[in-house]
């Protein structure tokens, strides 16, 4: 197969293979890895819109109520004649309540309330508890890397064929009881769905997205070989066509410096003095809640395909990502203190799917003694360094390549375990040799 150098043309050959296999393919599952901002979500909206002009009724299946909401939404905007069921808990406050505001749609706690709508869409958690209904021919599952194989299995079920969509860069899926007793066996509950799919149907289709349309063309070449090394991508933007500049000129401090190497480069990495400190390090907290400040102080202003003219970049365009929760507490309160409202600060968890022109990130291992498999889980530092459509700001303590080095892996082998690469040492130290590049040094 020859390349396509166009992005637009890749994206839409490779969109076009998956549709193919979807709509007219033999295979009881078509398997799609999508690197971060390469419109997973487009996909799924295109192949239930498309299933359903055929003639073909769907289940779509997501992992939070969000994520839903989110789809409903985009699927009445599409098509705003076709009949969506939304199917809900019997929570007091199951679904966002824009949905009742669209005529289209129809909620219920009970699935037998949606039964022949063209398109019925929910959690996994609800789906697995419905009962002694009529298999769907189709169904298409959102988030796949992120669904439990148990949650698969509670499903699987209500469908005949599925399309499995997700990022295996992301975070794996999220367990809050310990595994290892599961650890190697054919059906590990805590494996993630598709990995579980493909380790006993390894026959079934398999495509991939080649573009990211979130990323920069000074993140993609990064992120893709710090964490997508088998499955590499591109920027669907070329060096230029995006700009990030300030109206306000530099004072001269360490903030102020990262963000103008931030702004011509695309990364920055503000740089602490060496020192093991609490999770909660009150002198990176503050650096971090600084460069916010300065950001917006300054008047950023971002450019790109989007808008040929300026747009400023206002707090709600800005994140801040943590590793811990506590952390982010401690970044809101500095910001409060600061007086700096409507910026999103939260975990690399919550943060997942998420876009910003501008991230500021708060090192996994920033003034810690150690290094361990939490902080080195490769999808965590992968969200935190993929949510940016500009430029991301990282704040570390000095030392981190040095701890990698002091602290192999001490994580007992399993057998029948797949590996998963990159390890977080190596997507670590790629990171960090990228940013030493745009490092500035600051003692606040």
């Known amino acids: 197969m020859t390349a396509v150098t166009d992005p637009s043309a890749a994206a839409a050959r490779a969109t076009d293979a998956i549709l193919t296999d979807t709509l007219r393919g033999t295979a009881r599952g078509v398997v799609v890895d999508s690197p971060p901002g390469a419109g997973k979500s487009t996909l799924v909206v295109r192949a239930a819109l498309e299933l359903a002009a055929a003639g073909r009724p769907l289940m779509v299946v997501a992992q939070t109520n969000a994520q839903v909401d989110d789809l409903v939404t985009r699927l009445a905007e599409k098509a705003p004649e076709l009949p969506v069921g939304r199917l ?9 309540k824009v949905l009742d505001s669209l005529d289209n749609v129809v909620t ?3 699935a037998a309330d949606l039964a022949g709508l063209d398109i019925v869409l929910s959690t996994a958690a609800k789906w697995a508890h419905v009962k002694n209904v009529e298999p769907w021919g189709h169904a298409i599952v ?3 890397y992120q669904m439990r194989s148990d949650a698969l299995l509670a499903v699987a079920g209500l469908f005949e064929r599925a399309l499995f969509v997700g990022d295996p860069g992301q975070l794996d899926p999220f367990s809050i009881v310990g595994a290892d007793q599961w650890a190697g066996l054919a059906y590990d509950p805590s494996a993630s769905a598709v990995s579980t799919l493909l380790a006993h149907n390894p026959d079934l289709p398999q495509h991939r997205l080649p573009v990211s349309w979130r990323l920069p063309a000074s993140a993609a070449p990064l992120v893709s070989a710090a964490f997508y090394p088998y499955t590499p991508f591109r920027s669907g933007t070329d060096h230029g066509d995006r700009r990030l500049s300030f109206g306000v000129p530099s004072d001269g401090s360490g ?3 990262v963000l103008d190497e931030a702004a011509e480069s695309g990364w920055g990495l503000l740089e602490l003095p060496a020192r093991h400190t609490p999770r909660t390090d009150p002198e990176a907290v503050r650096a971090v809640a600084l460069v916010v400040r300065r950001l917006l102080d300054r008047g950023g202003l971002a450019t790109g395909e989007r808008s040929p003219d300026p747009v400023p970049v206002t707090a709600g365009r800005v994140a801040v990502g943590t590793a811990h929760r506590d952390q982010a507490a401690a970044v809101r309160a500095a910001l409060a203190e600061l007086d700096m409202r ?5 975990t690399a968890n919550r943060l997942q799917g998420r876009e910003f022109d501008v991230t500021v990130v708060l090192h996994p291992l920033s ?9 080195l889980e490769t999808g965590r530092l992968c969200v935190l360094a993929s949510r940016h459509r500009h430029a991301c700001v990282v ?10 080095d002091e602290h192999p892996s001490t994580e007992p082998v399993q057998l029948g375990v797949t ?3 990159p390890d977080g040492w190596e997507a670590n130290h790629a990171v960090l040799a990228h940013l030493a590049g745009h490092r500035v040094r600051w003692r606040p």
């Open 342 to 346: 409507g910026v999103t600060v939260d």
């Open 395 to 404: 704040v570390c303590r000095e030392g981190v390549a040095d701890l990698l």
């Open 255 to 257: 903030p102020d410096r």
């Open 142 to 144: 959102d988030e796949a």
């Open 88 to 96: 809900h808990s019997s929570d007091s406050d199951p679904y966002d």
């Open 108 to 110: 219920s706690s009970k």
């Open 419 to 421: 590996v998963k690469f």
């Open 367 to 375: 003034g810690r003694p150690d290094a361990t498999a939490f902080h």
